[in-house]
């Protein structure tokens, strides 16, 4: 296998023969000289010369996947190459082995918070979402190179097409449990945003602060559940009234199951995690700046749930004040140094000036322009729940089967 | 790095209780970085701090304690990130299944002579 690299060097997979020597081989008798003249049998009847190699080795595969991911009592786990074992190509075993931990970290963090109803269950998802992910990563590779290097060009392509979703990280088939909440899920609100997979982002416009975000900036990794309410058409005044009946009902106090009146939005889960603020401080006086004109200095989290909206109202930024949407989604405000949030109401536009926000976000989701969806989305970006905006009561229960 | 792990299930069922008990030494520079096998290029002096910047090339040794020195560590829940020689999966006695016949691959990087493939 040739794989060109920088500076115009070329980089030279050589697999060696293992049919002719049964024992293993001894890494540290390789030299350079034995691994070139093996490359150029390959290049025959070219030739094959170099003046320069700036870099060597030999390393020997085995294609194992270890017998379990996590102990019994979910206290102990493992992630990456500790658990699966293979080729070191294309990436796949370090994007694999990162998500292993983006799945895992946020699991460990709630549950040594002591802010979930049941560690345990909590954290043994890790094992039904990431160890059969564990398998069929093997299994993949097993099938590109499985035969000591040996493939046809023409299967590698079918196989390399055949998993070419997986290895994007999609399809990866979470299955049903409190955080893939699929029976209580409506998926045909959002047909494009499977539950349990991962979300699927699009670019989207500030409807108050005319900035262009990723989705993976609005779900940025501290921790938090985001509801993200595909609002629909919001200059229909029927539109508008469901989208201010949602947020009521998410944002009104109501009586939580030890009998105190809290709200989902703000108060019933409150933010569990240390906030950079101690540090931040420091550093800012290190540099003589005023710790709220610090760049990191960002609204403080309060919650362990955010909502945010995507609404499909192209042209409406002027038309339709922040005012005219629920408070829910722009307060509380912060008398102290924030005023109103801005960075929550979003539109999915066209905009000239950037090719990647095309106004097709909803498309691509699957939701219908006028009457919207809502998405639960996970800390790790996953999907954990879609429905409808009158599905409040789904939410609430989703929420209430994670958290204490 | 990690010596001996203590688990003890008695205690697995308290959330707010710490299970694990970890014993971990500090090594030496030399057992930390090994130098490569001889007459192989690499290890840590023309890789790794290659590519490190400035401030941290000079914090090389990058541990808290001398060398030799013990640790216990008490957790609730610990991640074994140790790769495919896993020692904390070692611990757990836990057995890999698939191919054990190991396949051996050479990796080169290199410049081409010009008149190299012709």
Known sequence: MIIPRERNMTRLYVPLDTASSNERLDRSSVTLDQIFQKAKKFFQPYTLDFKVCEWWSVYGVGQLVAERNQHPSARISLAGDAVHMHSPKIGLGMNTSMQDGYNLGWKVAMAAAGIVRDEKALLTTYVGERYPIAQRLVAYDRTLFGEHGIVDPGEYLKQHERFKEFADGFKLDYPESMLVAKTLSNQAAATGLIIGESFKHQRVLGHVNSQLYWTTKLFQSDGRFRIVLLAGDVSLPNQMARVNTFCKELDEEKKDRNGNATSLLRTRYPYCFVQPSPPLLRNALATSQHPAISFLHERPCKSMIDLLAIHSTVGSTDSISMFDFPVALYGPFDADYHGWDHTRIHVDQAVHYDRYCDGLAYERWGVDRTKGAVVVIRPDMHVGWVGDLEDTQAIELYFSTIFK | ?118
């Open chain 2, 1 to 118: 790095m990690a010596e001996s792990l203590v688990y003890d299930a008695s205690q697995e069922n308290n959330p707010h209780n710490y299970p694990i008990q970890l014993t971990l030494r500090t090594l030496s520079d030399i057992e930390a970085n090994p130098p490569p096998a001889p007459g192989a290029f690499g290890g840590r002096d023309v890789i790794a701090k290659g590519n490190l910047p400035d401030d941290e090339v000079h914090q090389e040794s990058g541990t808290s304690g001398s060398p030799g020195h013990v640790e216990l560590v008490k957790a609730k829940y610990v991640i074994g990130c140790d790769g495919a020689h896993s020692w904390l999966r070692q611990q757990l006695n836990y057995k890999l299944e698939g191919a054990s016949a190991h396949s051996v691959w050479y990796v080169i990087n290199f410049d081409m002579s010009p008149s190299c493939i012709h």
